[in-house]
């Protein structure tokens, strides 16, 4: 007999299809933000298949039931095909099931697939109800309190393949394993001048093989949307052959598990190999990744989106009426975003369709203006320069960097050269920064000399924090001048935008700084105006997050409070993100000042939290987040104040975020911001101008803003942007990490999709 209905929201969250690393931060975000939004929420076990079982498959959910979840692999409450569920009678077993649980609203965590099934089963719910109810399988109050399944969809699936979301759960993660293998196989296949073909996922959608391609420095590689023209054989031999000739010491080919030709014709890692040893008389060794590519721990991005994304499903599923349509809730530069699930799950089909009729263009398209730009900056990457030579009367570009170091500094400088060359530029590298051109430490820059750099940690270039000084611009004037320098091209943090921003103003003083000034936002601090993330930031949290990560696994055995304090000055986005993606219970940002009053609340929740049972407190703070409540003072007042119910440590995680190679993210977005200086430095020289500018991608577009306007944005007492569009985020961390009763769930703002790209 079905228990009689109650007030009180009931919710369902359940994992289904292929397992993506990510979705333990979804499950974990949803049930803990319908606890403290006063609803019920319920795991069903093993995905579909447990709605169908029903009993101990649909288990209520406690707080701790997800504690210490964030950084596990796969789905702690399981996932399994469900052949039952694809039948009428097992469908409806599933909504008796659910009934008997008072469950009408559903949260799916999972792929095109399951989704579409969900909302098949939310159509088919009233039937379903008023059959129970016709055979006397559940009560007529029953019946009437669930007239409808209400749904949110969240995608889970390292293929990155839902149109209408640019990120979903698991694929940065899956790209991480991936571009780490092609880091590690490249160095023994330079060491050996060998030939590797690597096979990674993507049976229908090229965004893991095209990425890792760029990411990793590939020679070619294969895609389902971009499918190579019969003979693609004699081309690709020929690239690579190109490529060793201009100085490469190992190639690298990946291969899509669903590549075909542009003919239907698969095409297999095996025949790959076998049309490389025929035409150059070289074996290549064949690695396929396989399901490595699925497991593991998930990346820092794939702790803290998902999180963002289960508090968000949470809100809608929660205010959702029988009205409300069915939505995925996707990302869209860095925003939720509501997307009908209808429109999206046709969209995502369509491509296939788009690929069976050989309409490759429109199916790149439907994949997004960023994996076209992709496709068309990975030709320009790959492509060995041959005999070419740069052209009489070529523009001179100089590259450096300037401010603290940040991970991806060269991969930005190996795009600006090959670019760059692309373009018909001559580009020159600039060694130690400003002073290194005042030195006269410049050279010419050619496409095999950055071979290598795209997975290099540090800057081969050098960079230092020092600016320039004005008793120096004359000096800085006349290196410009000797070596015909007709654009300067910084990657770098605030020192580079500040001083280029004073050379600007100095312009009429120094006639050798009427020259193009482009540049590229480059920090952990990711503090730039214009740039909502700038090179280095995702490779600095995801250090956090290790580390932060190992901290707790040490204090969760002594009971133990730990302070850790994260880089960044004055901007709080490194303490963020790290907080969240390491499920810290408090973070303390400069952004969000802090009283004593503050302070004495933390201590007294604190000492609660403790007697209640918990082993381990995480806090962290950025650097700079209050002049006197620092590090050690907050260690003190929490030491002192404990009663010996716990002990304290702090620590510093230091320059340990700024090392190591890049991020497979941080990678791309160095080569999409350098690929956007080279387009308006191209425009700039076409028009015969002298512009300076910065480039960054705000609000989902990558643009260039006038130096001139710089300080209209930018808080310089604080050295931050006047406006920082991750402030928002931080209302998730008191509701899925600090139990405390008395905090009200502030709603985050989700976007309605404008549209989802069909053709």
């Known amino acids: 007999m079905t228990p009689s209905p109650d ?52 288990k209520e959910m406690a707080w701790s039931d997800v504690s210490s979840i964030l950084n ?53 719910w009233p ?6 109810l016709e055979a006397g399988e559940i009560t007529p109050e029953v019946a009437s309190a669930h007239t409808a399944l209400m749904i949110v969809g969240i995608v889970g699936s390292i293929d990155n393949d839902m149109v209408g979301t640019d990120m979903t759960i698991g694929t940065d993660s899956a790209l991480n394993r991936i571009v780490e293998a092609i880091d590690d196989i490249s160095s023994t296949a330079a060491s050996h001048q060998r030939m590797f073909v690597i096979e990674v996922m993507g049976r229908h959608c090229g965004y893991l093989p095209l990425m890792s391609a760029v990411a990793g420095g590939a020679d070619y590689v294969f895609t389902p949307e971009n499918p190579p023209t019969p003979g693609w054989e004699e081309d690709m031999s020929e690239k690579l052959r190109l490529g060793r000739e201009a100085g490469r010491r190992e190639s690298i080919v990946i291969v899509a598990e669903g590549a075909k030709d542009s003919e239907g014709n698969r095409i297999t890692s095996a025949q790959v190999a076998e049309a490389i040893e025929a035409r150059l008389g070289e074996k290549p060794r064949i690695t396929i990744l396989g399901h490595v590519q699925r497991g593991g721990t998930p990346s820092a991005y794939d702790r803290w989106m998902p999180t963002l994304m289960g508090y968000g499903a949470a809100q809608e599923i929660l205010k959702a009426t029988a009205d409300t349509p069915a939505n995925v809730i996707g990302v869209r530069k860095n925003r939720l975003t509501r997307i009908p699930l209808v429109e999206s799950v046709e969209a995502t089909r369509n491509v296939a369709e788009l690929v069976a009729n050989k309409e490759f263009d429109k199916a790149i398209e439907s994949r997004g203006a960023s994996f076209v730009k992709m496709t068309r900056i990975n030709q320009i990457l790959s492509e060995p320069p041959g005999n070419t030579a740069i052209p009489e009367g070529a523009k001179r570009v100089a590259v450096m960097h300037m401010g603290g170091l940040a991970p991806g500094m060269n991969t930005a400088a190996r795009a600006a050269v090959r670019i760059g060359l692309d373009k018909g530029m001559q580009i020159l590298g600039v060694q130690g920064s400003m ?104 490779t600095a949290v995801n250090n956090a997050v290790w580390a932060l990560d190992r901290i707790k696994e040490s204090a969760a055995a002594s009971r133990r409070c730990f302070v850790a304090e994260t880089m960044g000055r004055k ?40 007697r209640a049972g918990r082993r381990l407190f995480l806090v962290v703070r950025n650097e700079e987040a209050h002049p006197e409540y620092n590090r050690e003072f907050l260690a003190r007042v929490f030491e002192s104040e404990g009663e010996g119910l716990y002990d304290v440590r702090h620590s510093a995680l230091g320059h340990l975020q700024q090392g190591g190679a890049p991020s497979p993210f941080d990678r791309l977005l160095a080569t999409r911001l350098v690929y956007e200086a080279i387009e308006v430095l191209d425009e700039i020289f076409a028009r015969g101008g002298d512009d300076a500018c910065y480039i960054g991608e705000a609000g989902g577009k990558m643009q260039a803003f006038p130096v001139r306007r710089m300080m209209d944005h930018l808080d310089t007492k604080n050295r931050r942007p006047f406006e920082q569009w991750w402030l928002s985020i931080a209302t998730v961390i008191p509701v899925v990490s600090m139990p405390r009763g008395d905090v009200i769930p502030v709603e985050i703002p989700i976007e309605d999709a404008d549209h989802v790209v069909t053709y």
């Open 7 to 58: 007030l009180k929201k009931r919710v369902g969250v359940l994992t289904s299809g292929g397992d993506a690393q990510g979705m333990n931060a979804a499950v974990r975000a949803v049930v803990r933000t319908s606890l403290e939004m006063g609803a019920t929420p319920y795991a069903i076990l093993e995905g579909w298949q447990g709605a169908v079982e029903g009993g101990e498959r649909i």
């Open 72 to 124: 596990e692999g796969g789905t702690v409450i399981g996932t399994a095909r469900s052949p039952e569920f694809y039948e009428y009678e097992g469908r409806r077993r599933a909504c008796k099931n659910l009934l008997e649980r008072g469950i009408d609203r559903l949260v799916v965590i999972g792929g095109d697939g399951s989704l579409t099934g969900t909302n098949e089963f939310r159509k088919e």
């Open 127 to 132: 039937g379903h109800v008023q059959g129970l």
């Open 435 to 538: 002073a290194g051109l005042m030195n006269g430490n410049v050279r010419e820059l050619t496409w095999s000399d950055v071979e290598g750099w795209a997975f290099k940690g540090g800057a081969e270039l050098g960079t230092r924090r020092t600016m320039p000084t004005v008793d120096q611009y004359y000096a800085i004037g006349r290196a410009i001048e000797e070596h015909k320098i007709d654009a300067l091209l910084l990657i770098g943090g605030m020192n580079a935008y500040l001083s280029i921003y004073d050379m600007f103003q100095e312009r009429g003083r120094y006639p050798a700084f009427n020259i193009p000034m482009v540049l590229v936002p480059a920090t952990i601090d990711n503090n730039l105006p214009g740039a909502e993330l700038s090179i280095g930031a995702d």
């Open 571 to 610: 901007c709080g986005y490194l303490a963020l993100m790290a907080a969240i993606a390491s499920g810290a219970e408090k973070v303390y940002l400069n952004e969000e000042p802090t009283t004593l009053a503050d302070i004495s609340k933390d201590v007294a929740y604190l000492k609660q939290s403790f």
